[in-house]
Structures are given as structure tokens and as C-alpha cells.
DNA sequence: AGATACAGTGTATAGCGTACGGAGTTTCGA
DNA sequence: TCGAAACTCCGTACGCTATACACTGTATCT
């Protein structure tokens, strides 16, 4: 393939990937203390919270000196995304099923944990070292059940579009993300009654009858996950069984 | 239930509740218009510009009479994202699963046409009554079907995802969600190859050599579509299949 | 030593969202 | 019919934020 080279900056420094000359006094940061500073900030105050001044006070630094690392504030965000993902789930002798549950699990719970990272467009495609590490491991163990290829990437993504769909439901039901949802704790099953009504919105009037939103006293909300994750591996599994038999197209 | 009373100001206009009380001036404009000539802004030039100051002008009046509409820009860009909603497909005679398939597929396609619905956080709950129309159209089917309460709401909201997912892939492959990416058609691929090494990511390296991510001269990106979606077709059916015999828990 | 490249900083600017108060307009109550 | 009230629209002003630019000091290379 042609080397179009000049990768973005800051995809460079997120993999390491300085530049060799070693000329005047030495960087004083790295891109990870920066990262970390602004991830704790994002924890504690929401997005809101990180300012490019607010995240260089916090490193003793001045605002401007960030730029020596960071192109902009939406490569700070990009950056940030990638190092706030935690190492992927080991994968021991788990079978593919176990430990794609593992991982989509986990996925979740680490969303869960830094809300932020919801507004900020998890949409976009990974691409440090991190986030593609998760990818990574998801691919090898569908390799392992012999599926590869577009196919393995599609499962991979589903996967985790549904852990982004059930971390946003949670923090939806729970908190708010980013402060933006209405107030309380059930701020969304409330805002629904109120507004839907039998005529319009049959479907969604008849589930809100039924406590679908997740007002039931006996809450256990993991449930809802295992059900649809049950679901998605059920399919994949079929798929795994398809493949093994015969070559057949789905 | 108690009323809290005090609907967030938007959604109350969202759902066409005006206050009563009619005095003054008639109002020269509507959240609709408003939300329409922003949505044309955000399709033209992406997002970034959508500024209260350029909506205003294509709408001939001045930045802050806006705001006797919408409390705040955050606010108009939750409505946009309802207004930029078309309306669901219709379920003629179709089976559950004909129809949640047309679902899908028109939801991915109304969000590739409007890129920017994925940088707007696409994961904020529905509120609008276009949004949730969607969401009641899919709850309606599974409801013939057999599913309802919370399965049902996880369901569509699982599918929701995929389309999310698929659209998010399908604009990373083709353009840039609003010019975020690198650059050129294929670029995130182009990344991959440049960073990506066997050594640290050989389930991602395997992907890529084999033309994972779509290089392929000969691709037809709604294979992959199909793909997925069946996956969580099937997943569906055989849970209504062991709903329809037995009560057992999945 | 002198040149050179680079890290860190201070100042300055520009863009954007939005608070505030004024001016004009339509309806309500007497 | 008249005044007041409620409301729409607008111009100006402010504050916050990201970031361009020019400068100072420092470590390396010739």
C-alpha cells in the first residue's frame, strides 16, 4: 500500500511513536499524565469540568504548555478516550462464549464507570493502542471458534455497541449522563408517563404499564444485560455451528 | 404517581404542550422551523456549524430572539435530533421479524444520511415523539409476537444499537463523522495497516490481511448489514420459540 | 563557543453562548 | 374604550474558552 505517512499527531504520541531528535530541555509531561489529569477531572466534574486550562492547573503547568503534546482540545478528548479503557479481560481457558461474556461485561462496567465517556463519541472507530487492544482480543477468540474476517469485526462491534447501549440505559436509569437528563433517580420512567399516552404510543404505554422501565422495587438491573447479551451469543452461536457443518451464506 | 410537574422546557414544546395563555405578539417562528433550518446547517457543514447565531440568520432574525423558543443550544440540538427522525415504517402484514428488519435498516439509513446524529449524543434516551414512535412501533411487533415488558424494551433497544453501530461504520469507512477522521475513503484502514503489528494485535492483524475492514474492491457494504442483523434476528426468534413452549427463564 | 532546535510561558484575540434591559405589540379586564 | 399586563423580538454587553504568536531559557550538536 502507498504510504501516505504523517499519521495525526496525536495518534503518533498515543502509541509512543515520538519523534528521534533529542534537541533543547526535556519534555517536562507526557501524554499520559496529561490524559490521567483530564480523566480524573472528567470523573469528578463531567466533561464540563475539563478545560484546557483546568486540566494544565492541575499538572502545575501552564494552559498553553499542553500544546506541546496536544494539537487541540479534541485530541486531548481522543486520547483521553483510548487511556481510559482499562486492559481487556484476560483470556485463561475460557471458551469463546465465556469469555466474549467477559469482555462484553466488562466493556459495560467501564463505561459505566466514567459516564463522560458516553458524550464523547464512542461511535468513533478505536484506534489507539487500548481500545484496539479490546478489539484485538475479541477478534482471536472468535478465530479460536473459526470465525475471521469481516464477520468476526461485525460480531466484535455489535458486541460492543451493545455494551454502549446498555452502560447509556444504566447511567440514563441511574444518574445523568453528563448532567443533561431531567433530575432523580427514575427521571426517565417519570418524564415517559407523563407524556405518552394509550392513543399515540400504544406499545410504549402498555410497557410502562408493565414496569419495563425499571421503577420495580426488586430491580435487579444485571438481568437485563445477561438477557440481551444471552440473545446475541445465542445467535452467534448458531452462526459458530452453521459455519462448522457446511459453507453455506447465512 | 406524584407530579413533579415542571416538564424540561423543550420537551414540552417537543410535544406541542404551549402554555395556554395568549397574549402579545404571535410568535413569528416554531420550534419545527427552527429545528429544520439547523438540521439543514448541521447536514451542510456538519455540526460545527450549527451556531445559535448562523441558525438564526438563515432564518432572518436576530441570534437571541431564539431563545424565546428554546431555553439553551444544548436544548435545540435534543430537538433536532427528534426532528431529524422520519417517521418509522409502517408494519403492513409483515411478520415480526420482516418488520424489525425494515426497522433496523431504516434506522441506520436515517442516521447515515444525518451523520451528525452520531456526534449529537445518539445514546441520550428518546424523548421526542418521533423517537419514541420508534421506539413504540418495535414494542408493538414484539408485542404480537409475544414479548413485552422489559425484554421487549431491551430488544429494541439492542437493535437500536446495531443500527447505531452499523451507521457508525459505515460513515468511519466512507467520509469522516464530522470531519473528525484522517482524511481520504479508506483512511481508518490505512491507519490500521500503519500502526497495527502482529505482534501485539494478531487477531487484528489477521483481520486486516484477510480485507477485513473493506478495502475489498467488490464490497457490498449491506452484506455486512445483513449479516449482523440476522445474528440478532435469530437470537429473537429462538427466544420467542422457548417463550411459546415453556415459561423457562432464558 | 556558537548555533540550533525545542520546552515552557504570557499576552492577546476571536468566537461563541447567553444574561439583561428596552421597545413595540397584542390581548384581557374594567 | 383605555390602561395594564403579558409577551415577542432585538441590540448590546459580558464572560468563558480555545488557541495563535512571540519570547525566554535550556540542552544538545558541530
Redesign the interface.
Known amino acids: 500500500?502507498g504510504?501516505?505517512d504523517e499519521?495525526?499527531t496525536v495518534?503518533a504520541r498515543m502509541?509512543g511513536l515520538e519523534s528521534a531528535s533529542r534537541r533543547g530541555p526535556r519534555p517536562g509531561l507526557t501524554l499520559e499524565r496529561i490524559t490521567d489529569a483530564a480523566i480524573e477531572l472528567a470523573d469528578a466534574e463531567g466533561l464540563a469540568g475539563v478545560r484546557m486550562s483546568s486540566v494544565a492547573a492541575r499538572l502545575g503547568v501552564s494552559t498553553m504548555s499542553l500544546y506541546g503534546y496536544v494539537p487541540s482540545k479534541?485530541d486531548l478528548l481522543t486520547a483521553m478516550v483510548d487511556a481510559a479503557a482499562p486492559d481487556p479481560p484476560e483470556p485463561g481457558r475460557l471458551t469463546w462464549r465465556e469469555y466474549l461474556a467477559r469482555w462484553t461485561r466488562a466493556n459495560r462496567d467501564f463505561l459505566a464507570g466514567h459516564p463522560w465517556l458516553?458524550?464523547v463519541?464512542?461511535?468513533?472507530?478505536p484506534?489507539g493502542?487500548r481500545t484496539?487492544?479490546w478489539?484485538?482480543?475479541?477478534?482471536?477468540?472468535?478465530?479460536g471458534a473459526g470465525l475471521?474476517?469481516?464477520?468476526?469485526?461485525?460480531?466484535a462491534?455489535?458486541l460492543?455497541?451493545?455494551a454502549?447501549?446498555s452502560a447509556?440505559?444504566q447511567t440514563?436509569m441511574t444518574g445523568t449522563?453528563d448532567e443533561?437528563?431531567?433530575e432523580?433517580p427514575a427521571g426517565?420512567t417519570?418524564?415517559?408517563?407523563?407524556?405518552?399516552d394509550g392513543r399515540?404510543?400504544?406499545?410504549?404505554a402498555?410497557?410502562l404499564e408493565?414496569?419495563?422501565?425499571?421503577a420495580a422495587p426488586d430491580w435487579v438491573e444485571d438481568d437485563?444485560f445477561a438477557?440481551?447479551l444471552?440473545?446475541?451469543?445465542?445467535?452467534?452461536e448458531?452462526?459458530i455451528a452453521r459455519r462448522r457443518e457446511g459453507r453455506t451464506e447465512?
Do not use: Q
Open positions: 500500500m504510504s501516505g499519521l495525526p495518534v502509541w479534541d458516553l458524550a463519541s464512542p461511535l468513533t472507530p484506534i493502542p484496539l487492544r478489539l484485538d482480543r475479541a477478534l482471536t477468540s472468535l478465530a475471521a474476517g469481516v464477520e468476526a469485526v461485525n460480531i462491534s455489535t460492543s455497541a451493545y454502549v447501549s447509556t440505559l440514563a449522563v443533561a437528563g431531567p432523580g426517565y417519570a418524564l415517559l408517563t407523563r407524556l405518552v399515540g404510543y400504544p406499545g410504549l402498555a410497557a408493565s414496569g419495563a422501565f425499571g437485563d438477557f440481551g444471552t440473545l446475541l451469543l445465542d445467535g452467534i448458531a452462526l447465512p
